[in-house]
């Protein structure tokens, strides 16, 4: 039984003859039960999680990893029992943790972090808050490292190096440091309207291990095929076009893996394009920094004094109650808080001769707006879930050069696991037909992308 179907899948018949292990068979299997137990924005969220835990094998091979920052607006929709998932299914099976010290973090011997309650972070005190946050700030690079100072047994002390790079998943309801959601990707977590299947992992534990077990054996054959593909990715993806690069960062293991799955897999459904259509969706969904929303809040409210005129002098107190009405400025209280806030823009206040206040140009408008404010043409437009390569053309594939012509049958499919997993049937199939109008439409671009790397 297919694990996307709504009851609790069981173990099937052994195949007649052996299946090669292909990774796109092992992304569907883990998409399949991320849908049947988890509710999600965006079924391509799906699989953009399912590359994600593949990469807790293969983050070695590549220069960054980019974090899974599992949010909410209220409890009870799904955070700790998908973080629970992924635990399950990941590299080293880790367990969630809370409330840890910096020492755990960085003494910690699983290559994978899962950290629930996140939000818990910021209720301890200032120094060991700080600490956390530098660790993981850094931790999602290769060269991620924290020196501590150890005593030996003489008494003596030497400098350790600690490395800290590698996959973290981190649950919460409140925001994350601007920091860390700098590097991670968004999953917004909703409430099911309607009662989702139970979770038993007794029931799954031999589904599990043979997907971690394929997962494991699929990483340790293609090492060097992984580094290769890496160093002929070209620079910019079109399918991607206006992501800031510390996104784009994050986002090209995965788009290797799925592009490398599509490989193994070239006349069944396609794992690229649902990607690409996860992480737009998940870029869509990231905050600016509190600094950039007032930032942008502040633009705005320029805008409008502005109008038609190339400048306009507007007194302090004036604009601090202009300000204040605004949700994201409403915690200025006074004009000296509004001055910290706009000399980080450039921006200050300066006299009339009658009173001080700031002058407001066209042009310091303009400036500003064209940083913080960009265009993102279509980018929250990926509402739906792709299910089929027809008319699609991913926008990146690996050349046949750098893959055998044959994967290596490390073992069977899974007992109990489908070859190939259904759309799950909670999936609106009205929102497929969006994405495939949307992707369509940029059919020359899949094409230009895979002449440049049929180059390469």
Known sequence: MSLSNTSIPQRSAAPSQPHPLRLADLLDEIVAIIQCYITLPHGNLAVLIACWIANTYTYQHFPYCGYLALRSATPRCGKSRLLQLIGLLAKGTPTPIT?????????????????????????????????????LNVGFQRNGTVERMEKGGNGSFRLGTFSVYGPKALAGIESLADTLADRAFHVQMQRSPQRMERFNDRQLEDIFKQIRDGLEGWAATHGN???????????????????????????????????????????????LPRLYAGLRFAA????????????????????????????????????????????????????????GLLKHFDLKPESNGTKRGYSITKRWLTD??????????GFDDLDGKMSSREGLSPSFTVSSSLLSTTTPPLTSVPKGVSKSSKVSSREDKSERVEDVAVFGSEASLYEQDEEVLNAL
């Open 284 to 339: 869509g969904r990231r905050e600016a920094s509190g600094r950039e929303q007032s930032l942008i809040a502040f633009l705005d409210i320029a805008s409008r004094l502005l109008g038609s005129k190339d400048e306009v002098f507007v007194f302090s107190e004036a604009l601090l109650q202009m300000c204040q009405k605004h949700p994201n400025l409403a915690y200025l209280e006074h004009t000296q808080g509004l001055a």
């Open 368 to 377: 500003w707006q064209s940083r913080y404010c960009p265009r993102t043409d």
């Open 99 to 135: 409330f840890p010290t910096p020492a755990v973090l960085f003494r910690r011997q699983q290559d994978v972090v899962l950290l629930d309650e996140v939000d818990a972070l910021g209720n301890r005190d200032k120094k060991m808050h700080g600490d956390l946050l530098n660790i």
């Open 225 to 271: 095929q992984i580094e290769s593909a890496y160093a002929a990715l070209p620079l910019m993806l079109p399918n991607l076009v206006g992501l800031d690069d510390r996104f784009l960062d994050i986002s090209e293991p995965l788009i290797i893996l799925a592009s490398m799955a599509d490989k193994e897999r070239p006349n069944e459904k396609a794992v």
